[in-house]
């Protein structure tokens, strides 16, 4: 075993999901013979760098991608306050984002007056960001299109990409095209989901095929300095239950206070750890008994649906067993209509919640969406279930 970023042998692994589906292959019809895959979850104790050691085709898993950031109120609520953020604080000019969805941040950053370019390597996804009248092309970022994204873009002076930088089973090759797209002084930006949270609220359930790597402050900036990216900013956001958000520059910048206190914060706790991931698995695995013992209690009472039909449902649906679950809701039209990957379980618009009234338990596989969810659907008169950061059952 090898580490993805630093290419040291010093990894340890910290758990072992046995196979499952890719959690974004929804099928029209029930498919329960599905491509099963593993994960198995590393550490490097050189980098810290917490990893998924399976590698799956890109084009698999992006080519027909089935989420649309547009459709969830609060990543486009998320969106559009960074897409101000980064306006009123840096003020730039071109804007590439690298893995654009459906132009969730580049409409808004379009709104205050900035050129914006967005790459996704999703055909499907591409076309809805076009269809908004954005600069949008589905192509695979980095040294391979190199040639063809400059011609497109020239220089720009702020490449972002949110949630999509692990995505990459070449970080150091995603870095090295960075530094050839940005101007001199440009900047960039990342949002990734961070590893302290992660830890926190045990979000074994965001460990899958998609996300291929999993950084604190400390790891993301033992890379970034690899490539001669120089931390400027860093913050700690609610997307996603806990993101880590930077700000970095090829110029050596005076950094705010907040980076030097998440460092100091992920020194005194231990974060980085071997032991503390050790002991991060053990809690994982209890908490997936914990919820399917009593989710398995709850069916005396009546059918239990899920809600949310993101890579968590999958996740726990499959880790967990929770075959029993009737339904899934999801709002978005790419997912509702097919079935959860390897199973026989439909996909639901939310209104069909109002027409059966046999579901007695709604269990939030969104839980990070937990409260808007409920708010949304006032007429249920069952119990609200979500799974983390602990099991928890309300009217």
């Known amino acids: 075993m090898e580490c993805r970023v630093c290419a040291s042998s010093d990894v340890v692994e910290i758990f072992a999901i046995p196979p499952i589906p890719l959690v974004g292959e929804f099928t029209s019809k029930p498919n329960i013979q599905a491509d099963l ?19 799956i085709n890109s084009e698999r898993l992006f080519q027909e991608y089935s989420f649309s950031s547009s459709t969830v109120a609060g990543l486009v609520r998320h969106f559009t306050d960074y897409a101000t953020w980064i306006w009123e604080r840096y003020k730039p000019a071109k804007v590439l984002e690298v893995g654009c969805n459906d132009g969730v941040l580049l409409s808004p950053l379009a709104r205050h007056g900035v050129e914006v370019f967005g790459l996704d390597i999703s055909e499907n996804i591409t076309q809805l ?72 609220t045990l979000q074994w359930d965001t460990i899958y095929h998609e996300h291929l790597h999993f950084h604190s402050l400390t790891s993301l900036q033992n890379l970034l300095n690899r490539h001669g990216f120089y931390l400027e900013y860093a913050e700690i956001v609610p997307m996603h239950a806990g993101s880590l958000r930077i700000i970095a520059s090829k110029r050596v910048p005076n950094t705010t206070p907040e980076v030097n206190l998440i460092l100091k914060q992920e020194l005194d706790s231990g974060l980085n750890s071997r032991e503390n991931w050790n002991e991060f698995a053990t809690k994982c695995w209890n908490s997936i008994e914990v919820t399917k013992s009593r989710l398995t209690e709850r069916q005396k009472f009546g059918e239990i649906w899920a809600y949310g039909a993101a890579g968590r449902a999958t996740m726990w649906i499959k880790v967990a067993k929770l075959d029993f679950i009737k339904k899934v809701i999801d709002s978005s039209p790419l997912r509702a209509g097919h079935f959860m990957p390897g199973s026989n379980i439909p996909i639901v618009f939310p209104n069909e919640l109002q027409r059966d009234q046999s579901v007695k338990t709604i269990f939030v596989t969104a839980w990070n969406y937990a409260e808007g969810i409920a708010a949304q659907h006032p007429e249920f008169e069952g119990v609200w279930t979500v799974p983390l950061p602990e099991y928890s059952e309300s009217l």
């Open 37 to 55: 895959f593993p994960i198995t979850v590393l550490h490097c104790d050189n980098c810290k760098v917490l990893q998924i050691k399976e590698s």
């Open 129 to 200: 960001a076009k269809s908004k009248g954005l600069n949008a092309q589905a192509l695979e970022f980095g040294e391979k299109n190199l040639a063809k994204i400059l011609a497109w873009t020239g220089e720009v002076d702020f490449v972002t990409a949110s949630n999509t930088f692990p995505h990459n089973e070449d970080p150091n090759g995603f870095l090295e095209a960075v530094t050839k797209v940005l101007t001199s002084d440009g900047r960039l930006a990342l949002e990734v989901m961070y590893a302290g949270s992660l830890q926190d």
